[in-house]
């Protein structure tokens, strides 16, 4: 069975860049869009997790679809993070980000809610009837529902269900659901240290973070491993390795370290909205010691 969808490639979770009084910032968030695309990556994600969709306003999530959109110029696929507790809410966002014309919605279970069968099938049946493609994300770390092979195969049903982001960091699971759907849903990592065993089982990209930072270094590590280059994978797999292991171990919110770490680095990222707080002078002095130990290259 052909695809639903052509998505491939490197999309990345943008930050949202705010202001330090929690403005939205629309020069940096224009500033962002370009640098990731000259970066080279296939697809940007808007107010997904990374994004820091839990601390936004639906307007401020509908205004940032807008500004993403009119600069984007269709240049890459534009997807927008609908996640929301609430049906009402995801179904509202989505029927904005198809009346801007995206491409495309990222779409979690309701976190927290931990609905039963019917009320989840209830939720991802009212998203799919907006008529925009939609690409699952499963994350049972932050949704307690984890979307495994047995649901991915009820879901895949839903007309506008097209692909799946995926970051159970279960390689058991991920083989699962690639044989359950993998030859109608695109299927993407969202963890940059799986990106070989996601395409060697069948995957077809990765939607996660490192692209943020790292810029063009993350987009070719999942370009040497698309089309088999072992040689420059394993050289830079080491530092897509450590960039997570420094933003999950270090007891500071990963969406804190990456803005933190984009600053340092030059590229536009803002700051964390409250509650997440920005990072002290002796951990960002840490960072900067594992940043400048990376040969990122152009960036």
Known sequence: MAKKIDWCGVFVVCVTPFKQDGALDEVATRALVDQLIKDGVDGLILAGSTGEWFSMSDDERIELFRIATDHNKGRVKLLAGVAALATATSVKLTKAAKDLGMDGVLLLPPPYVLPNEAELMAFFTAVDTVGLPIMLYNN?????????????????????????????????????????????????TGIEPYIVPTLQRGGVGVAA??????????????????????????????????????????????????????????????????PLLPMNDSQRASLKTLLDSFDLGHR
Do not use: H
């Open 140 to 188: 049972p770390a932050r949704t307690g529902v984890n979307l495994d092979a047995k649901w991915l195969r009820k879901l895949a049903a839903l007309k506008n269900v097209v692909a799946l982001k995926e970051s159970a960091k279960d390689i058991g699971q991920i083989a699962d659901s690639l044989r359950e759907v993998g030859d109608e849903l695109a299927v993407f």
């Open 209 to 274: 973070m490192a692209p943020n930072v790292l810029g063009s270094f993350a987009v070719e590590f999942f370009r040497a491993a698309a089309r088999g280059d072992w040689a420059e994978t394993v050289r830079r797999q080491p530092v897509i390795d450590q960039f997570y292991t420094r933003m999950y171990g270090a007891g500071i919110n990963p969406y804190v370290v990456q803005k933190e770490a984009m600053t340092l680095l030059g590229r536009p990222s803002g700051f964390p909205r409250a």
